[in-house]
């Protein structure tokens, strides 16, 4: 079974940066799609960010405005989510999740298309 870990959170102040990483404990991620998503308090989980196995072709959610940006390392196995700019409605706890049965991200990013998810890892915009 696909186990997932995030790390890279923390505490930043308005403005800073972040960078998230998920990798799998005993199997490389490179055939998964791999998909980020938050959940702040009192909020539902919210897709944030998707890349596919196939061509690393990348989506994300409109209300990011280009300030994250997901990748692959291949050589190394995670997958990172890189946060600039990040503003306090960006604090929640961040899971990703993946799925081996397609192989490219659709146009949206939905909870329901992944099946292996992570434990999460706590991002706290804050000054």
């Known amino acids: 079974q696909l186990q997932l870990v995030e790390s890279g959170g923390g505490v930043v102040q308005p403005g800073g940066s972040l960078r998230l990483s998920c990798a799998a404990s005993?199997?490389?991620?490179?055939?998964?799609?791999i998909g980020w998503f938050r959940q702040a308090p009192g909020k539902e989980r919210e897709g944030v960010s998707c890349i596919s196995s196939s061509d690393g072709s990348t989506t994300y959610a409109d209300s990011l405005n280009g300030r994250f940006t997901i990748s692959r390392d291949v050589a190394k196995n995670p997958v990172y989510l890189q946060m600039n700019s990040l503003k306090p409605e960006d604090t929640a706890v961040y899971y990703c999740?993946?799925?081996?049965?397609?192989?490219?991200?659709?146009?949206?990013?939905?909870?329901?298309?992944?099946?292996?998810w992570g434990q999460g890892t706590q991002v706290i915009v804050s000054s």
């Open positions: 005993r199997f490389t991620l490179d055939y998964y799609v």
């Open positions: 999740a993946a799925d081996a049965l397609r192989t490219r991200c659709g146009l949206g990013v939905y909870a329901g298309e992944y099946h292996s």
